[in-house]
Nanobody, 122 residues
């Protein structure tokens, strides 16, 4: 079992930055692929970024060049640095853990956090 707790969301103006954190319980954190997803009102949950056990990364085209995912296995934490934020980035952001290699499908992830709200004003 892995429990995930996100933090760092909030309200920011367009062009600003936020850093999301996801703290994981358990001693097997380093063995999981970690992903970030987001869900805006009335829309499906969508892939944002993922980082494998070895540190390989994958990004959605909509955030490539603006967002950076990283992990600190010693702290059991994964981060999402979000720069140049746009109003369309407004959503609830979720972190998730998968026992598979890099995947974009939400169904590939076994554990989910409760989410943190990110609101970008224009």
């Amino acid at each position: 079992q892995v429990q995930l707790v996100e933090s760092g969301g909030g309200l920011v103006q367009a062009g600003g930055s936020l850093r999301l954190s996801c703290a994981a319980s358990g001693r097997t954190f380093s063995s999981y692929t970690m992903g970030w997803f987001r869900q805006a009102p009335g829309k499906e949950r969508e892939f944002v970024a993922a980082i494998s056990r070895s540190g390989n990364t994958d990004y959605a085209d909509s955030v490539k060049g603006r967002f950076t995912i990283s992990r600190d296995n010693a702290k059991n934490t994964v981060y999402l640095q979000m720069n140049s934020l746009k109003p369309e980035d407004t959503a609830v952001y979720y972190c998730a853990a998968s026992g598979l290699l890099l995947r974009r499908r939400p169904s590939a992830y076994d554990y989910w956090g409760q989410g943190t709200q990110v609101t970008v004003s224009s």
